[in-house]
Every structure is written in structure tokens, then in C-alpha cells.
């Protein structure tokens, strides 16, 4: 496709359990971000990816939280042993690094 | 990193023009200003951006004032369409030497028939 497309759209689960996001960006961008977003919020930023070097993963709650990018091209964020504080949005965007953003539709995870 | 304040909320007639405003006081000399829109349900959407200059495209225009303390988007005939969360951001660069983009909480604007 032509944009950045995210897998699941949609995923729920247990707390405890340990969740997959997938991220697929525009063919040929170099850079890769994630963002959170919670309800009623702007999105937070989590990490950011140039080809497959993660140079900034300030942003990630904490060390349930791990992202890779092992081609530089698909990126996986995983969260391993869900809280519910962990219910969000998880954005993709990628960008060729000339300034603009494209962010996918997300991937809304609910955590029971 | 520089932050932005935005009004929460704002109402439009739909065909008048909608004029945003952001306020972004910290905003220091290299940073530039951007502004994305999120439709709900969707991910954001890049509209415009700018550095100290007016700009204009097909989607809007941005108005920066000459401290660059502030700046206002402008979309010229608003639409049902436009219904979106508007979020102001400055580009700030992180210790790693990239840029990363700093979300506010955005203004959501609502066109009404």
C-alpha cells in the first residue's frame, strides 16, 4: 500500500498477557516513530528508529516496553505483561526525513 | 523542549474560514512550527509548516508572527470534513541529534452546518 499500515487494528487483552503491534512504513523511508496516544490525549512519543539503529527509546514507560526495526523496515513494539494503564493507541509514522510525518490508523489495545 | 498552548475547543459556520491560534513562547531560533490534524479515528495528518515565514498550500495557510512567539493557522472555507482535533507542534531536537515531534493536547474544531 502506499501508506503506513498497522496490524491489529484492534486487540484486546488480559492483563498479564503479552502483546505484538506491527508496524509496516512507506517503502524507502529511512526514519520510523511510535507514539502512544490515551483517551482525550495528544500522542506521547515512545521511540524512533533510523533504518534499523533505535536512536531514542526515551519515551517507552518502561522496560515491559521494547521495540525493534531488524531490517529497517517492518518495526514490532511489544509489551510484554499488559497493565491496564497500558490501554491506548500505538501510532506509527515514518518519514523519508525531509520533515513530514505519516502516521497509519494505530493500533488501539485494550488491556481487561 | 518548546511547548505549545492551544484554545481546547473552537466552533465554525460551515464556507467561513477558521483561524486557529497557538501559542508558543519557548519556541527557540532553529525549531520549526508544524501543524497535523486527527479526524477521529485516524492517525494524524501532516498540514502545514513553517520556520519564520507565512506559508500556504492547498490545505491552509500559516500566519507566524514576526517574534515567532505565536502563530495562527487559517483554513479558508471550512467544511464538515474539517472536524478534527488541530494540534500545533513544535519540532524540537532530541539529545540524539533527530527531530521529534511534541503533541499538545490540540484544538478540537467542530464546522457546523
Known amino acids: 500500500g502506499a501508506g503506513v499500515s498497522q496490524s491489529p487494528r484492534y486487540k484486546v487483552a488480559k492483563r498479564g498477557q503479552d502483546v505484538a503491534l506491527r508496524c509496516d512504513p512507506i517503502s524507502g523511508h529511512v526514519s520510523l516513530f511510535w507514539y502512544q496516544q490515551a483517551l482525550g490525549q495528544g500522542p506521547e512519543f515512545l521511540t524512533y528508529f533510523q533504518n534499523e539503529a533505535q536512536l531514542d527509546k526515551s519515551g517507552l514507560p518502561s522496560d515491559r516496553f521494547f521495540a525493534e526495526r531488524p531490517e529497517g523496515s517492518v518495526s514490532t513494539l511489544k509489551i510484554q505483561r499488559t497493565q491496564q494503564e497500558d490501554s491506548a493507541v500505538y501510532l506509527c509514522?515514518?518519514?523519508?526525513?525531509?520533515?513530514?510525518?505519516?502516521f497509519g490508523e494505530g493500533s488501539r489495545l485494550t488491556v481487561l | 523542549d518548546a511547548k505549545t498552548t492551544q484554545p481546547t475547543s473552537m466552533d465554525c459556520a460551515e464556507g467561513r474560514a477558521a483561524n486557529l491560534p497557538c501559542n508558543h513562547s519557548t519556541i527557540s531560533g532553529n525549531e520549526y512550527v508544524y501543524w497535523y490534524r486527527q479526524i477521529h479515528s485516524q492517525g494524524p495528518q501532516y498540514i502545514i509548516h513553517g520556520l519564520k515565514n507565512n506559508e500556504t498550500n492547498e490545505m491552509a495557510s500559516l500566519i507566524i508572527t514576526e517574534d515567532r512567539k505565536s502563530s495562527t493557522l487559517i483554513l479558508p472555507h471550512a467544511t464538515l470534513r474539517d472536524t478534527a482535533v488541530y494540534y500545533c507542534i513544535v519540532r524540537v531536537w532530541a539529545n540524539t541529534g533527530f527531530q521529534k515531534l511534541v503533541f499538545g493536547t490540540g484544538t478540537r474544531l467542530l464546522v457546523s452546518p
Open positions: 509514522a515514518s518519514s523519508s526525513g525531509t520533515g513530514e510525518l505519516f
